[in-house]
Structures are given as structure tokens and as C-alpha cells.
């Protein structure tokens, strides 16, 4: 591989020198290394910041939040776990189901704030009693 890449930089060396380029033979080996540099933040900044995302989002989650998992299945959390696994209820009146997914199913909350306001009533209430 080492020989494949040298082979490459050869390549440009040779061609600036077909040229008559003043430009010195390390110049292209910088930009190359510079462009590759490039290249790799491009990927790794946005991969960053999807992760920090669907952290958030799996923290916002709060018993009664609607959301889809990635199947495809929109419903309603009845119960959370400490590791963040969640049980889904879903259907109309009548025929409900409910199912078990781990952390990793979750794809979208529909409605994160009226989770958290549910969550607040719910307290609110709780030390009313």
C-alpha cells in the first residue's frame, strides 16, 4: 500500500517536472495530505452531531410521548427502564397492543414537549395529594 501511495506522489512529481513548474515537489505532497485532512473532518463532524442528536432524543423520552420506531410503529410509551428500553402501546380503542423494544428501535418522538409537560402536570398533581 505504502508503494502504491509513493507511486502516486512520483506521478505528480513527474508531471511537474514535464512542466517546467517552479513549484517545489513537496508542495503537491502537502495538499494532497491536506485535502485527505479535509475530507475526514467532513465525515467525522456530522456523524458527531447526529450521535449528540439521538442522544438528546433518547433522553427526552418520558412515559406518554408518542413516537416511531424504525420499523415504523407509532405509539405511545406506557413504561421506560434505567437503560432506556421502553414499552410501546399502540392500536385504536379496542384492539391495543403493546410491545417491549430496547433503545436502539427509537427513531423519532412526534411530540417531545407535550411529554415533558404531561411530566410536569403529573408531578404537579402528585404533590397536590
Do not use: H
Request: some cysteine.
Amino acid at each position: 500500500m505504502l508503494n502504491n501511495i509513493l507511486k502516486i506522489l512520483c506521478f505528480f512529481e513527474d508531471t511537474a517536472a514535464d512542466t517546467g513548474s517552479t513549484i517545489p515537489s513537496w508542495v503537491s505532497t502537502v495538499v494532497i495530505v491536506a485535502i485527505m485532512a479535509l475530507l475526514i473532518v467532513m465525515m467525522i463532524i456530522p456523524q458527531r452531531r447526529n450521535k449528540k442528536k439521538a442522544e438528546e432524543m433518547k433522553k427526552s423520552l418520558r412515559v406518554g410521548s408518542m413516537i416511531t420506531t424504525i420499523g415504523g410503529i407509532v405509539g405511545q410509551i406506557i413504561a421506560l427502564d434505567d437503560k432506556g428500553n421502553f414499552t410501546l402501546e399502540t392500536g385504536i380503542e379496542g384492539s391495543k397492543t403493546t410491545m417491549s423494544f430496547t433503545s436502539g428501535a427509537l427513531y423519532m418522538v412526534n411530540n417531545p414537549e407535550n411529554a415533558t409537560e404531561e411530566k410536569k402536570q403529573e408531578d404537579s398533581t402528585d404533590e397536590i395529594k
